[in-house]
């Protein structure tokens, strides 16, 4: 069974960093496509970084320079770098990954929750 757990969310204050962590079991990271998405309270779900499995990798306009998405294959582990805070990062993120190019199924983790105050 495909897996998805996130970790490493919390409080803190705008201009600080955190980093977000997917672990993945069932799937191997490396040969998908991952990507995290972040949900804030009344809106939609939205896609805030992807990586490929060639190791490309798109942002949101609103995270592009701060966010980093990375992969470890060795741990199959996902990761967001988040610097630079800010208020309207605010959300629940969280793991994705879409095994479409293998004809599979797309797979969502639990989420964790990142809240920024000013």
């Known amino acids: 069974q495909v897996q998805l757990v996130e970790s490493g969310g919390g409080l803190v204050q705008a201009g600080e960093s955190l980093r977000l962590t997917c672990a993945g079991s069932?799937?191997?990271?490396?040969?998908?496509?991952m990507g995290w998405y972040r949900q804030a309270p009344g809106k939609q779900r939205e896609l805030v970084a992807t990586?490929?499995?060639?190791?490309?990798?798109n942002y949101a306009d609103s995270v592009q320079g701060r966010f980093t998405i990375a992969r470890d294959n060795a741990k199959n582990t996902v990761y967001l770098q988040m610097n630079n805070l800010k208020p309207e990062d605010t959300a629940v993120y969280y793991c994705?990954?879409?095994?479409?190019?293998?004809?599979?199924?797309?797979?969502w983790g639990q989420g964790t929750q990142v809240t920024v105050s000013s």
């Open positions: 994705h990954a879409d095994m479409s190019a293998w004809g599979g199924s797309a797979y």
């Open positions: 069932g799937i191997n990271v490396r040969l998908n496509t």
């Open positions: 990586i490929f499995s060639r190791s490309t990798t």
